[in-house]
Nanobody
Framework: QVQLVESGGGLVQAGGSLRLSCAASGRTFSSYAMGWFRQAPGKERAFVAAVARNGGNTNRADSVKGRFTISRDNTKNTVYLQMSGLKPEDTAVYYC?????????????????WGQGTQVTVSS
């Protein structure tokens, strides 16, 4: 089992940047593919980005390509989401998740463990 704690959320103006971090504890971090999801009020939880166990492969939602980058540091048991060019529609609670699957899952049910979420608010 793994415990996940997100940080780095906040209020930012449109066009600004934020970096989210997700610190993991418990089982070996490199055993998990990691993902970021977000959920806006009244909407379903949506895939944002994911990274493979060794960091070699990544996947991002079309809506964030060219603006968001996911990365991980297995020596620090941490996964990051660098967000730039933020838009008001990026406003949501952002969740970190860990997957025991071998590949990179883009559906929420492909993930086994979740953090508590961190709020990102982008003002226009």
């Amino acid at each position: 089992q793994v415990q996940l704690v997100e940080s780095g959320g906040g209020l930012v103006q449109a066009g600004g940047s934020l970096r989210l971090s997700c610190a993991a504890s418990g089982r070996t971090f490199s055993s998990y593919a990691m993902g970021w999801f977000r959920q806006a009020p009244g909407k379903e939880r949506a895939f944002v980005a994911a990274v493979a166990r060794n960091g070699g492969n990544t996947n991002r939602a079309d809506s964030v390509k060219g603006r968001f980058t996911i990365s991980r540091d297995n020596t620090k048991n941490t996964v990051y989401l660098q967000m730039s060019g933020l838009k008001p529609e990026d406003t949501a609670v952002y969740y970190c998740a860990a997957s025991e699957s071998a590949g990179i899952a883009t559906r929420w049910d492909g993930y086994n463990y979740w953090g508590q979420g961190t709020q990102v608010t982008v003002s226009s």
